[in-house]
C-alpha cells in the first residue's frame, strides 16, 4: 500500500507537487485514516463483547456435567449443567441478589432490592440443598454461575400438578442464549408441573407460555416484596 506524506493543508509547501496533487495526496490521506480507525473500532467493538461475556462476571439430583452448546448474540456460549452441592449456597446467592437487582429494578421495591442480605440468602440456599427441600442445578461458563434452576414437590399445589418449577435466573448476558430452556428441561422435562411469576413480568410470562405454561386464574400476593403473582399451569 501507498502511504502519502500528510500534508495538514493544501497551502502547506509540498515541493514538486502542483495543486491538484497535492489534494489527492490529502485526500488519500485522510481516507486511509479513517479507515484505520473504522478497523480499531470495530476491533474494540469485538474485545467489548468479549469482556462483558467472560467478566461477568448438597445433595441433589446425582447428574454428571452435561454440556450444552448454544449461540448468545454472535458467539458460542459454552454453559455446563451440573448438579447444585452445599458448597455452591454461597456462589449461588450472590448470583441469586445479582439476578434480582439488574432483573427486578422498577418493578420490585427499590428500598427491597437495596436490603436484600446475600449472608441472608446463603443459609436459606443452604438449608433447602442440605435438606433435600430442594432439588437445584446450576449452569456454568468459564467456572463462573450463569444459570440455577430449582425445584420441588409442593404440598399445597391445590388442583395443579404438585410439581413445582421454584426459580429460574439466567445472567442478562445469556439471555436468549437457550440456557434457559436447559434449565428448564433439566427442572421439569416435559411433566406437568406449575411455577409462581410476578403478575408484571411479560418477558417471563413469555418463556413460560412457549414452553407449554398458561395462567390457570389463580393470584397471590409474595410475602417478600408485596407485590401480585399469577400462578401458571402446564398439564394436569
Given at each position: ?27 488519500a ?74 432483573a ?14 446475600v ?28 444459570g ?50 410476578f ?24 410475602a417478600?416484596?408485596?407485590l ?9
Amino acid at each position: 500500500m501507498v502511504v502519502f506524506r500528510y500534508c495538514r493543508d493544501v497551502s502547506d509547501n509540498c515541493p514538486t507537487v502542483n495543486d491538484a496533487t497535492r489534494r489527492t495526496r490529502v485526500y488519500a490521506d485522510v481516507g486511509h485514516l479513517l479507515f484505520r480507525a473504522n478497523v480499531t473500532l470495530m476491533r474494540l467493538d469485538r474485545l467489548n463483547v468479549t469482556f462483558k461475556r467472560n467478566g461477568w462476571s448438597a445433595t441433589g439430583a446425582k447428574l454428571t456435567g452435561v454440556t450444552t452448546e448454544q449461540r448468545a448474540d454472535d458467539e458460542d456460549v459454552r454453559a455446563t449443567l451440573r448438579a447444585a452441592q452445599v458448597s455452591d449456597s454461597r456462589s449461588i446467592a450472590q448470583f441469586h441478589t445479582r439476578c434480582w437487582r439488574e432483573a427486578y429494578r422498577g418493578l420490585v421495591p427499590q428500598d427491597y432490592l437495596d436490603r436484600v442480605d446475600v449472608d441472608d440468602r446463603a443459609v436459606r440456599w443452604r438449608d433447602r440443598l442440605v435438606n433435600g427441600g430442594r432439588r437445584a442445578v446450576v449452569a456454568e461458563v468459564g467456572g463462573q454461575i450463569v444459570g440455577v434452576v430449582s425445584w420441588a414437590r409442593s404440598r399445597d399445589a391445590g388442583s395443579a400438578p404438585p410439581l413445582e418449577l421454584k426459580s429460574l435466573y439466567v445472567a442478562a448476558a445469556y439471555r436468549g442464549s437457550g440456557i434457559a430452556a436447559d434449565l428448564l428441561d433439566r427442572a421439569v422435562g416435559t411433566k406437568a408441573a406449575h411455577l409462581w411469576v410476578f403478575e408484571d413480568n411479560p418477558r417471563a410470562h413469555q418463556f413460560y407460555r412457549k414452553h407449554g405454561f398458561a395462567p390457570d386464574g389463580e393470584r397471590d400476593v409474595d410475602a417478600d416484596t408485596g407485590l401480585w403473582e399469577l400462578r401458571m399451569v402446564r398439564g394436569r
